[in-house]
Each structure stands twice: as structure tokens, then as C-alpha cells.
T-cell receptor
Framework: GENVEQHPSTLSVQEGDSAVIKCTYS??????FPWYKQELGKGPQLIID?????GEKKDQRIAVTLNKTAKHFSLHITETQPEDSAVYFC??????????FGKGTRLHILP | DGGITQSPKYLFRKEGQNVTLSCEQN?????MYWYRQDPGQGLRLIYY???????QKGDIAEGYSVSREKKESFPLTVTSAQKNPTAFYLC??????????FGEGSRLTVL
């Protein structure tokens, strides 16, 4: 069935280092892959997304890569800062009215 | 400001009681969603609605009910049939272009 696997579930990195979160999806019909950031006690917010017609997208310190052949995509955060501490969710959309989320990664930025 | 408003932020319920969570949006979005979030479980879809007066069950609809009488409003009722209702509930809306806009969430605790 439709599934999105996300790893790791928890990630701790030193401030200033890079963080990478990886996701794999099962439905090859998926063509839109958003990433959401959820701060404590709040709703998730979109931070970056990528569509299946491109392999990489970058926005300042955040980048996402997509490998459609392998059905996996990754979030890269460089020069991490304390405000990057949050839970991050990846998602895939096998059709327009269906969004499947990964289980989330709790990112801790260590001082 | 445009956005999604959920209320109440915190809610306590005795076993056997029904409770209704409010979700209002002024983004003029057609699609609205309800998700349940439990620790380590990610976001699980309860119900969604693509248009007024129509809605569909998500992955975990049992014990919940919704209505969509107005475009702006999509209330969720947690009924006494829901066996484990303590959770964080998130409402979202979308224009259909992919991005979900989430509310701040409602935390329900059953006493």
C-alpha cells in the first residue's frame, strides 16, 4: 500500500553542522514532495517542497533532493542554528487529494 | 490576517461525552482536513472535504464525525465511540495546489 518511511526518528547535531533527513515512498505515482516543520505546541508549516520534474531545490540553508528512480528524497539543512530545533515531516502525494506523511524526525541542535 | 483558527486550544472531556473541535479558515480554500497526531505516529488523516456539503473518511475515521455546511468551517466531533481520544488534533486547508496550511492544533485530554 501507500507508505512513506522517514529516518531517523531522532537526530542531534552540533550547532553549525549539517543535518540530513531521508524519506522513501512506495507509490511511483507520487509527484509532489513537501517538507513541514513543526515547533512545539504548534501546527506544521511548509518549509520547502519539490515536484517530480526536478532533482534538487534550494532555499538559503535548506535543500531537498529527489531520486524518482530509487523513490527517495532528502532534506538537507546546513549551518544549523538553535531555531532549527523542531519536528520535521516529509510527505508524498500519490494523487491530488491524498497526502501521506512520514512519522517525523525530532531534530535537536546542540550548543 | 488570513489563516486557520482552531478552538479550543485545550479541551478536557469525561469518558462518554462527545466534544466538538472548531476549525475556521479565511483563505477561501476548497479543501479542508482533520489530522490526529500521537507521539511517534506522525499525522494520521481522520476526515477530509474537497467541497461544501461533501466529505470523505480518512484512515482513522471510526469514532469521529464531521460536517461541511460552509466553505469556511469544518468542525470535528469526537464521539464517545472513539476508544482512545486523547491526542493532538490538527486542522488544515488547501487550495489544491499542494501546500497544506495548518491551524495551531487542539489538545484533547480524556479524564
Amino acid at each position: 500500500g501507500e507508505n512513506v518511511e522517514q529516518h531517523p526518528s531522532t537526530l542531534s547535531v552540533q550547532e553549525g553542522d549539517s543535518a540530513v533527513i531521508k524519506c522513501t515512498y512506495s507509490d511511483s505515482a507520487s509527484n509532489y514532495f513537501p517538507w513541514y516543520k513543526q515547533e512545539l505546541g504548534k501546527g506544521p508549516q511548509l518549509i520547502i517542497d519539490i515536484r517530480s520534474n526536478v532533482g534538487e531545490k534550494k532555499d538559503q540553508r535548506i535543500a531537498v533532493t529527489l531520486n524518482k528512480t530509487a523513490k527517495h528524497f532528502s532534506l538537507h539543512i546546513t549551518e544549523t542554528q538553535p531555531e532549527d530545533s523542531a519536528v520535521y515531516f516529509c510527505a508524498a502525494t500519490p494523487r491530488d487529494d491524498k497526502i501521506i506523511f512520514g512519522k517525523g524526525t525530532r531534530l535537536h541542535i546542540l550548543p | 490576517d488570513g489563516g486557520i483558527t482552531q478552538s479550543p486550544k485545550y479541551l478536557f472531556r469525561k469518558e462518554g461525552q462527545n466534544v466538538t473541535l472548531s476549525c475556521e479558515q479565511n483563505l477561501n480554500h476548497d479543501a479542508m482536513y482533520w489530522y490526529r497526531q500521537d507521539p511517534g505516529q506522525g499525522l494520521r488523516l481522520i476526515y477530509y472535504s474537497q467541497i461544501v456539503n461533501d466529505f470523505q473518511k480518512g484512515d482513522i475515521a471510526e469514532g469521529y464525525s464531521v460536517s461541511r455546511e460552509k466553505k469556511e468551517s469544518f468542525p470535528l466531533t469526537v464521539t464517545s465511540a472513539q476508544k482512545n481520544p486523547t491526542a493532538f488534533y490538527l486542522c488544515a486547508s488547501s487550495s489544491g495546489a499542494g501546500e497544506l496550511f495548518f491551524g495551531e492544533g487542539s489538545r484533547l485530554t480524556v479524564l
